[in-house]
């Protein structure tokens, strides 16, 4: 059975998903990395990983139903291990693996991303939280517009477009600055 | 909406390619004719990342408050354990 994500208390809900997912697949999981000669660390870190990767098919609608969450999970680790093991490192082994976020990378590549991240977390909270909400979380607007005590979908909407505009400023003026630097 | 915001919901209905075919063909054509629109493509790209990368870090964080609290609480006692006999040096 694949979990249907509920958003009505979104953060409540996302801990009793990331519990029950713990509880069911995490001992599965650590019988393998075990078997496999890994550490609890070792077990940890690649759960955690496959964990995110699969909120991210399941919020985007990518899960296939065959399959249930542990086997899923399980599968997800199994790949993670043979990557790392391949590698000799673990140095995120998300963004290789996520497909269909094909933006990410752009802005990895910048260096000022973490003081970028860094002042967007602290200045500009609330609109990341509201957009995270609706392009990380895939919550409805009506559900973002609820969680965020907007009247409606429709001034939710506009809020999302001028916080759009908010940090695409900042990140415009660091794009710049930066340009500034290499040139 | 201001005439801003309705250019951003172009740009990022473009981005998400979520654009009516008609109005997507009319944004390619901008795209040529106006050079800035690229620049305004490309930051809106980079917001959208750092948006992904911001809920990712916070899930992350969630996750890991959940396996502290599995490895800590009483109540799970049981769970750790499992876990743990794994684990005892071989």
């Known amino acids: 059975m694949t979990h249907e994500i509920v958003f009505d208390k979104p953060a409540a809900q996302r801990e ?16 393998y990395v075990s078997k496999m000669g ?42 993670l291990w043979f990557k790392k093991f391949r590698d000799g490192n673990n140095n995120l082994p998300l963004d290789n693996c996520i497909e269909g976020f094909d933006i990410t990378d752009e802005a990895d590549e910048q260096p000022s991303t973490n003081k970028l991240m860094h002042y967007l977390e602290t200045a500009g909270k609330k ?13 409805p607007m009506k559900e973002v517009a609820g969680l965020f005590g907007y009247a409606g979908e429709r001034s939710a909407t506009v809020q999302k477009y001028k916080c759009i505009e ?10 710049l600055a930066y340009e500034d630097f290499i040139e | 909406m201001r005439t801003s915001l309705n250019e951003i919901k172009e740009i990022d209905d473009h981005v998400l390619k979520q654009a009516a075919p008609d109005e997507a063909l009319l944004f390619e054509a901008q795209l040529i004719i106006n050079p800035e629109l690229k620049y305004q493509v490309l930051w809106h790209k980079q917001t959208l990342s750092l948006v992904q990368q911001y809920g990712r870090n916070n899930l992350r964080a969630e996750i890991e408050a959940v396996h502290q609290k ?21």
């Open chain 1, 16 to 31: 009793k998903l990331i519990t029950e997912l713990y509880k069911s697949a995490f001992p599965t999981v650590a019988k």
């Open chain 1, 38 to 79: 890994g550490s609890f660390d070792d077990a940890k870190d690649i759960f955690q990983d496959a964990l995110v990767i699969y909120y991210e098919k399941a919020v985007g609608g990518d899960l296939s139903l065959q399959s249930s969450e542990k086997a899923y999970l399980l599968g997800i680790t199994k790949h």
């Open chain 1, 127 to 139: 609109c990341m939280e509201l957009l995270s909400a609706f392009y990380y979380h895939k919550l």
């Open chain 1, 166 to 175: 908010k940090v695409r400023e900042t990140v415009k003026e660091q794009s």
């Open chain 2, 70 to 90: 599995l490895f800590s609480q009483p109540e799970h006692e049981g769970f750790r354990q499992k876990i743990m006999r794994l684990f005892r040096k071989r």
